[in-house]
């Protein structure tokens, strides 16, 4: 995956990783995601998500087992669709560019 280069990115201090997902509970990978600037993982923005193993369309992101990872929001600040993630219920893993 090639990493976006955008307002987005840009505007959290350049500093972007990519990251793969997987479910705490069954170990089941969910997605590769692009983290953009420092500190916590709260959200995941659709647009930045690449590699998707799981449904992105429905309301709740769950793995392919059925476990809630994360529910259907609209951030407002910037108007982008996205997941708010529940915490503990995810893994994640940096992956070297």
Sequence with gaps: MKLKHDKFK??????????ELSCQLCDTAIC????????NLWRLYVDRISSPNVSLTGEDLRCQNGHLLGVKTIYAK????AFRLISGSYA????KN
Aim: proline share 4%; hydrophobic share 25%.
């Design 10 to 19: 840009t505007a959290r201090g350049g500093a972007s990783k990519l990251l």
């Design 32 to 39: 590769r995601y692009q983290k953009d600037g420092t500190g």
């Design 78 to 81: 910037e108007n982008r669709p």
């Design 92 to 95: 994640k893993k940096i992956i």
